[in-house]
């Protein structure tokens, strides 16, 4: 099996990486599902208790 020196782990690049544009990409998402529910949640709740505006 090859092994990896110093110098050229020191070259490796790619894999994951929690930059900050991807943490606020990853943060407006779970608002937008959690905003999802909440619409739907109430919509759900509006036509079993027949309260209509």
């Not at 990409?25 to 208790?49: C, E, F, P």
């Amino acid at each position: 099996m090859y092994e990896l020196q110093r110098t050229e782990l020191a070259v490796v690049t790619g894999g994951w990486s929690f930059s900050a544009s991807f943490l606020n990409y990853a943060t407006k998402a779970l608002n937008a599902v959690v905003d999802l529910g909440r619409t739907l949640g109430s919509a759900i709740r509006r036509i079993v208790t027949c309260n209509y505006c």
